[in-house]
T-cell receptor, first 113, second 114 residues
Framework: KAGVTQTPRYLIKTRGQQVTLSCSPISGHRSVSWYQQTPGQGLQFLFEYFSETQRNKGNFPGRFSGRQFSNSRSEMNVSTLELGDSALYLC????????????FGSGTRLTVV | AQTVTQSQPEMSVQEAETVTLSCTYDTSESDYYLFWYKQPPSRQMILVIR??????QNATENRFSVNFQKAAKSFSLKISDSQLGDAAMYFC???????????FGAGTRLTVKP
């Protein structure tokens, strides 16, 4: 059974640009959650998508957006990049209920210069 | 809002010995789920063990076990017979049945000495 796949693994962007990250969940998982991980703030929740609908959202500015497709694959977009957006972005998939844990991908390391 | 606190930024243990990582959380809910995740240098977060709050029995997965004290809101992880491969960041996490985001602690970096 394939795991959670995140692409790309590494990304370098310039301030002001925008970026799109992709996440393919485990087959059969309908929920995809995104987290931002930084040394200073730790793991912070961005948003969760379930069956193509945003079900939950963290406290991030509107520059951070996402979507989910009918095959459960999800994309996350960050517009007008800032230096502080440099982080590891983790995607996690699950069946959708709260009882189960997440299965995480290996993340996308975004560096903004 | 639920918060998760890991008071030990770093811990070290000798190979083959036992180590306990601490975690406390704050919640007003009576039903919830608790998790420990491991993040090695490869970056991928791996689920180590989970506990359902309504179950009094402490969860165990091979060398990993938890000490769940619901009244004290404490959820510590015990690693027995530590191995070099156990070296990683360990995150404690809380998940409410009503709110589907998982809240993580700041993490504990575990070093295993040969």
């Amino acid at each position: 059974k394939a795991g959670v796949t995140q692409t790309p693994r590494y990304l370098i962007k310039t301030r002001g640009q925008q970026v799109t990250l992709s996440c393919s969940p485990i087959s059969g998982h309908r929920s995809v959650s995104w987290y931002q991980q930084t040394p200073g703030q730790g793991l912070q929740f961005l948003f969760e998508y379930f069956s193509e609908t945003q079900r939950n959202k963290g406290n991030f500015p509107g520059r951070f957006s996402g979507r989910q497709f009918s095959n459960s694959r999800s994309e996350m977009n960050v517009s007008t990049l800032e230096l502080g957006d440099s982080a590891l972005y983790l995607c996690a998939s699950s069946l959708g209920g709260a009882a189960g844990g997440y299965t995480f991908g290996s993340g996308t390391r975004l560096t903004v210069v | 809002a639920q918060t998760v606190t890991q008071s030990q930024p770093e811990m070290s243990v000798q190979e083959a010995e036992t180590v306990t990582l601490s975690c406390t959380y704050d919640t007003s809910e009576s039903d919830y789920y608790l998790f420990w995740y491991k993040q090695p240098p490869s970056r991928q977060m791996i689920l180590v063990i989970r506990q359902e709050a309504y179950k009094q029995q402490n969860a165990t997965e091979n060398r990993f076990s938890v000490n769940f004290q619901k009244a004290a809101k404490s959820f510590s992880l015990k690693i027995s017979d530590s191995q070099l491969g156990d070296a990683a960041m360990y995150f404690c996490a809380y998940r409410s049945p009503n709110n589907n985001d998982m809240r993580f602690g700041a993490g504990t970096r575990l070093t295993v000495k040969p």
